[in-house]
């Protein structure tokens, strides 16, 4: 049985199946993003003052991100004019930049979220707050004393099971690249001229001097929480857009033999959700890195 509208227009809508279904789509993401960028402006005006960050984020590395994003939506563009004047080797090459870009934002991406969970603040017992990148911590075995370096935090403590023995580790020491400040408030605001003449340099803390430690995970702080929520979701946007336009570049580009003008609109149909991953990421870069 033929489905009926894939390649000629709906009589009441003017509009094939798949576009219609596509701008149903979009109009439910919109409602989703705006609900969040909602609450990014009320969490915002109602932080108290002095208490939501600034500088947080790496302009360089957002800024390389849009235009890669600007790009791609120029690539998946021309993929799809490709198609229309029936060259489907031009469409092949734009669709497979296109792919090669949206890993590259994704990489960029990980390696951003990578740099916050490394990112630790360690209130010490003295009242000041040591801030910097973790490097490793020692432990010591409570039996044999003996001491182990890692390179990743484990926490307070682990067990460790070697030979049948099950080893008990307690932190030592963590060593981070970082600076201390006496109040937290300095931390906020990354662009001041106090923040940028602190020195970072390699710090040693002993585990009897910290009082808390917390990287800049979600759960730092209502910034770091909305950040990870926005970014995560526009994230796995990209993700299942890029496979999906890889599918067509792929296996699913067999259709272009058989149903060149049906194989077409999909591409389209493609490219209008592309475009819209690209415009959320036009609204979100300013939101959350230039403000």
């Known amino acids: 049985m033929e489905i ?41 005006v109602g932080a108290p003052a002095g208490e939501w960050p600034h500088g947080w984020l790496d302009v360089r590395l957002g800024t390389v991100n849009t235009l890669l994003l600007a790009l ?33 934002f994704l990489g960029i991406k990980s390696y ?23 490097e490793s911590a020692v432990y010591v075995n409570q039996a044999s004393k003996q001491e182990v370096e890692e390179h990743s935090y484990r926490g307070n403590s682990f067990s460790q099971v070697a ?4 080893n008990n580790y307690q932190l030592a020491s963590v060593t981070i690249h970082g600076h201390v400040v006496e ?7 990354l662009r001041s001229e106090e923040a ?36 995560g979701l526009h994230a796995l946007h990209i993700f299942g857009g890029t496979l999906v336009i890889f599918y067509l570049w792929g296996p699913g580009s067999k259709m272009w033999k058989t149903d060149p003008e049906r194989f077409t609109n999909r591409i389209e149909v493609s490219g209008l959700f592309w475009h819209f991953v690209d415009l959320v990421w036009i609204f979100l870069f300013p939101v959350l890195y230039l403000t």
């Not at 596509?22 to 993401?29: D, G, N, V």
């Not at 021309?78 to 734009?94: D, H, I, N, P, T």
């Not at 970072?200 to 430690?213: F, G, P, S, V």
């Open 163 to 166: 030979g049948g023995t099950t």
């Open 112 to 134: 951003e979220y990578h740099d916050k969970w490394i990112h630790y603040e360690i209130q010490l017992n003295n009242g000041k707050i040591a801030d910097g990148h973790f």
């Open 196 to 231: 940028k003449k602190a020195v970072h340099k390699e710090l040693t803390i002993a585990a009897t001097d910290i009082k808390k430690m917390e990287n800049y995970g979600p759960r730092h702080n209502t910034f770091t929480a909305i950040y990870f929520t926005l970014t």
């Open 4 to 44: 009926p509208y894939t390649v000629k227009n709906r009589p009441d809508t003017g509009l094939y199946n798949a576009k219609l279904g596509i701008w149903l789509f979009l109009a439910s993401e919109v409602m989703l993003f705006g609900g969040l960028f909602s609450a990014y402006i009320l969490l915002r």
């Open 72 to 104: 791609s939506a120029i690539t998946t563009l021309l993929a799809w004019a490709s198609c229309k004047v029936r060259e489907f080797g031009k469409f092949k090459f734009f669709h497979a930049c296109t792919i090669l870009l949206a890993l590259t």
């Open 183 to 189: 109040k937290h408030e300095e931390l906020m605001d």
